[in-house]
């Protein structure tokens, strides 16, 4: 079974353009979650959605931020516009009850 | 809120030995999940272990084991055999009630797995 797909896998950017970060959940999961990883900040949760629908979204940093879930099997995290403090590991993670899997992350470097 | 402490920054083993990793959490909840994740250097999260605040039995997966202690409010992971590929960062992270498995994560636990 596939497990949760990310892309791009690594997207470098310039301050001020836009970035959408993709996410396939894994089939038959209902939960879908955004994180974000930094040095300093550790692991972050950002958005999560239960059933395609907006739960809690008291993580994401500020209204350049964005998600969108329009269908069960797929999610979308956007920055507009990007800025260098953006430069993170961010990852998309489902669940169905209690264990979350995450897929592999998307590195984004904003320069 | 709910919180996770790890306050093992980094942690040494010899291979084939046995090693604990310390988790504590904090809350006021019945009910609650605790989870830990492996993140080797490739970046990957990989859940390995779950235990359920109701579970009697301490939860095992292999070579991974949990030891809970409810009144202590610790749930500490043990890896026993230690093996190379064990060297990773590990997360202990906690799941609040009624919250479609929202997680919090701690810090983390660096192991590095020595010959």
């Known amino acids: 079974d ?3 797909i990310q892309s791009p896998r690594h997207e470098v950017t310039e301050m001020g353009q836009e970035v959408t970060l993709r996410c396939k959940p894994i089939s038959g999961h209902n939960s879908l979650f955004w994180y974000r990883q930094t040095m300093m900040r550790g692991l972050e949760l950002l958005i999560y959605f239960n059933n395609n629908v907006p739960i809690d979204d008291s993580g994401m940093p500020e209204d350049r931020f964005s998600a969108k879930m329009p269908n069960a099997s797929f999610s979308t995290l956007k920055i507009q516009p990007s800025e260098p403090r953006d430069s993170a590991v961010y990852f998309c993670a489902s669940s169905f009850y209690d264990e979350q899997f995450f897929g592999p992350g998307t590195r984004l470097t904003v320069l | 809120a709910q919180k996770i402490t790890q306050t093992q920054p980094g942690m040494f083993v010899q291979e084939k030995e046995a090693v604990t990793l310390d988790c ?3 809350t006021s909840d019945q ?3 605790l989870f830990w994740y492996k993140q080797p250097s490739s970046g990957e999260m990989i859940f390995l272990i779950y235990q359920g605040s109701y579970d009697e039995q301490n939860a095992t997966e292999g070579r991974y084991s949990l030891n ?3 009144a202590r409010k610790s ?5 026993s055999a230690s093996q190379l590929g064990d060297s990773a ?3 202990c992270a906690m799941r609040e009630p009624g919250t479609a498995s929202k997680l919090t994560f701690g810090t983390g636990t660096r192991l590095q797995v020595t010959l």
């Open chain 1, 2 to 4: 596939a497990g949760v």
């Open chain 2, 24 to 26: 504590t959490y904090d």
């Open chain 2, 31 to 33: 009910s609650y999940g």
């Open chain 2, 68 to 70: 809970f202690q409810k």
């Open chain 2, 75 to 79: 749930a500490n992971l043990v890896i």
């Open chain 2, 89 to 91: 960062m590990y997360f």
